[in-house]
Each structure stands twice: as structure tokens, then as C-alpha cells.
């Protein structure tokens, strides 16, 4: 959070993550190996020579292979196209002065690639926490605004820390007076 008078700025983090370059460049390799392994198969030839293919058929185990290897390149090349774009990125923004919130995200490259919202601070009903543990945990703040809609504020994909969540929510809820409920 920066405070300058009356704004306060959350930067919210897009793809470029760790975990989003480690499932990319698996996939990568892995769809490359398994591809290379189908066409060895297919040529009956060894084309990685760390690998003995001469034991695959090409009908249905090299067939099969190669299916996965595509699939596999395809899927590692949608992911780093995600990293490249940086998807998800931007930031929500509170200005006391004017009286507005802006909630800037970048989307998928097009004419509707920015994502920029714009709120009146009185529609602001109350800050609402989301937090459900568990095997996909999942730990967001929503802004409800009036008519029942609600902004979600936090990153997804990976949640934030409880502490850090909290802490946000209370600064948020106490810089635009409005109240904080939990679930």
C-alpha cells in the first residue's frame, strides 16, 4: 500500500510468478520429449539419443506420444504467452478526494485487453473477506458495492497470507469507513 494524502494504491501482482515459469518450462520439455519420442518411434530411428525408442511401435504407443507431446508444447506455449502478457496485473485504487475507485487490470490481448472499472466511494456498501481453507484454498477481499455486486480485490491463483489479508482488509474497511465482515 502507498498512502500519498488522500489515495491508497495496491499494486495487484499478474502471471509472472515462479510457480507460472516451472509449469511452463515442464510442459515445454516434457511435450518436446515425448514428441520426439513418438517420432523416433515413427522413423524407427533414435533422433534423442538418451532414449531407446527402438522398443515403442508407432501404432498406438508412438501415435499416443506424439498426441501428448503436441498437447503437452501447446499447453507450455499458452502459459508463457500468459507470462509474457502478464495477465491479471494492475492495481486498485482509492481517492478520497474525488470521491472514486479504480480497479485496473490487463486482460487478454484485444480490444478489451485493459480492464479498467470505475466506482463511486459512496456506493461502497462494506470490505467482505473470503477465507476457505483447505486443498484449494482460497483467501480474497471483496469490495460490495451497491445492487448486491461485488469486486474481487485480492490476486488470483495464489492466495495471500491470512496476516497480509486481514491487514489489507482492516486498512481498506478504516480508509473508506465502511464496515468489515467476514466469512
Not at 481453507?133 to 482460497?138: D, H, Q, R, W, Y
Not at 482492516?170 to 468489515?180: D, I, P, T
Amino acid at each position: 500500500m502507498t498512502s500519498q494524502q488522500s489515495v491508497v494504491r495496491y499494486q495487484v501482482p499478474g502471471a509472472r510468478r515462479l510457480s507460472n515459469y516451472i509449469w511452463g518450462g515442464i510442459l515445454m520439455l516434457g511435450g518436446i520429449g515425448f514428441l520426439l519420442t513418438g517420432l523416433s518411434s515413427y522413423f524407427q530411428t533414435s533422433i534423442i539419443p538418451l532414449i531407446n525408442s527402438s522398443s515403442i511401435q508407432f501404432f498406438p504407443q508412438g501415435l499416443v506420444m506424439c498426441f501428448y507431446g503436441i498437447l503437452g508444447i501447446l499447453l507450455g506455449f499458452y502459459i508463457w504467452l500468459i507470462i509474457f502478457w502478464n495477465l491479471g496485473e494492475g492495481f486498485n485504487e482509492f481517492n478520497s478526494q474525488t470521491g472514486e475507485i479504480r480497479i485496473f487490470r490487463w486482460g487478454f490481448p484485444g480490444k478489451n485487453r485493459r480492464i479498467d472499472l470505475h466506482y463511486l466511494i459512496q456506493d461502497v456498501l462494506c470490505i467482505r473477506v473470503d477465507i476457505q481453507e483447505g486443498l484449494n484454498p482460497k483467501r480474497v477481499i471483496y469490495l460490495r458495492l451497491r445492487g448486491n455486486r461485488e469486486i474481487p480485490l485480492t490476486r488470483a491463483g495464489q492466495p495471500i497470507s491470512i496476516q497480509e489479508l486481514e491487514n489489507q482488509a482492516a486498512e481498506l474497511a478504516k480508509f473508506l469507513q465502511v464496515s468489515l465482515e467476514g466469512m
